[in-house]
């Protein structure tokens, strides 16, 4: 066991003969042996879930840590099975808008994401003329937008703030075909607070990045609270924004972050961490900083970028079984959707190989491999939800996208 955080890596290197029991033989997806693993993996832990956990899952209404987490694995399954009034009326269950508070404005911890997640529930059902017990989907979009009436008391990071809210209005408008639900200029308006916020701060603290975040007076680095993740929400959203401030603004601040890596290849965690180099999870480290740079090359079509997202593939097979156990936010299944994401871009069998393996480990689950019990360990995040939704993730492996973060 290594002392940073991680168990040794003792899966075999990629090759066909190797992946042979895992890869399907045309190597785009997963075999028929793995795909009926994984299938009654997912069976049996749902039962269990529901039957054993059912507290746990009503902890809270949020995507992170409670009941809005079950109801975003049925509707994003919904979207890939034909028989997708069951899974939006298992969906509906999962629901509990009386348990808003209207404190936070984020997806995940938030009321931002029950909000968006009901509407696109309330959408599609209405689209199958199905009675269901939820607002009309137009109000439910209402209440999301006025949830702006937070954005300036709200930090700028993923998890509890602005870039969080932007992904649940985006999130609305891929997902519901009506014209303006999400205004445009309501999304404009989120961005630019952004966009402000941090150039204020950079001004502030005379940093040569020309945009910088802080949260809880750290600037951190990664996808949860940090500047890969407020860049990556701000990429997706770069309709939104003008191109002088992408070529002036958003790509210096990228390029500045990807010079802050270590010589290993994985980040640090926040600017100026005593913490060396010990977190290889999606929450800080390199697994957060993958779809920001394949992204980033997709869109600016420079070769950097897809070498650092590959590199970041290299420290994550090496040191990416966390001992923190399975998560999403904090462990290997989160670490495996790096893979998926390496496979989605380049199309190579070894990152599909890769994704199978760790997916492997959080499915078998040895006694041993977790060290650090979950807080709440039903939740989509933190516990056994999550690696249900990757297992149903991993038999559409080309179409998977990393909840509440990827659209």
């Not at 832990?45 to 992170?64: C, N, P, R, S, W």
């Not at 809210?165 to 989120?190: E, G, M, R, T």
């Not at 961005?191 to 809880?216: F, M, R």
Request: charged share 20%.
């Amino acid at each position: 066991m290594s002392p940073k955080g991680s168990f040794e890596n003792q899966y075999e290197d990629y090759s066909p003969e190797v992946a042979s029991n895992i890869i399907n033989e045309s190597r785009d997806g997963i075999s028929e042996k793995f795909h009926t693993k994984l299938q009654k993996f997912k069976t049996e832990k749902l039962q269990y879930l529901k039957a054993e956990m059912g507290h746990d899952i009503f902890y809270d209404g949020t995507v992170y840590t409670g009941s809005a987490g079950l109801a975003l694995f049925y509707l994003m399954s919904s979207l890939k099975h034909d028989s997708n009034h069951e899974m939006l009326q298992a969906a509906l269950e999962y629901i509990d808008l009386d348990k808003l508070k209207g404190r936070r404005i984020s997806f995940l911890c938030g009321d931002a994401g029950p909000l968006a997640i009901a509407a696109v529930i309330s959408y599609k059902l209405d689209a199958q003329r199905i009675d269901h017990k939820l607002p009309d989907y137009n109000t439910l979009a209402l209440r999301l937008i006025s949830l702006i009436s937070l954005l300036n008391e709200s930090p700028d990071e993923l998890l509890y703030g602005k870039s969080g809210y932007l992904y649940a209005l985006l999130f609305v408008n891929k997902h519901i075909s009506v014209k303006d639900i999400i205004p445009v200029n309501h999304i404009a308006k989120v961005v630019d607070s952004i966009i402000k916020t941090g150039k204020c701060y950079s001004i502030a603290t005379k940093s040569d990045s020309p945009l910088l975040w802080n949260w809880h007076d750290k600037v951190y680095f990664g996808a949860a609270h940090g500047m890969a993740g407020i860049l990556y929400m701000l990429l997706q959203a770069r309709a939104y924004i003008n191109i002088k401030e992408m070529r002036n603004y958003v790509k210096p601040t990228l390029d500045w972050l990807m010079n802050q890596r270590f010589q290993s290849g994985n980040f640090p965690s926040s600017m100026g961490s005593t913490s060396g180099d010990k977190l290889v999870q999606w929450c800080h480290g390199a697994p957060g900083f993958v779809p920001l740079c394949l992204l980033a090359y997709q869109i600016f079509d420079e070769d950097k970028y897809l070498k650092i997202a590959q590199q970041c593939g290299d420290v994550i097979w090496q040191r990416g079984l966390c001992t923190k156990g399975y998560s999403i936010c904090h462990g290997v299944s989160g670490n495996a959707y790096a893979f998926i994401q390496l496979y989605q871009a380049t199309k190579k069998p070894e990152y599909l190989y890769r994704a199978c393996c760790f997916m492997e480990w959080c499915a078998v689950a040895r006694l041993g491999t977790e060290l650090h019990h979950p807080d709440r360990p039903a939740s989509l995040f933190e516990g056994l939800m999550g690696r249900v939704y990757l297992a149903e993730e991993m038999t559409h492996v080309l179409e998977a996208k990393f909840p509440a973060f990827t659209l």
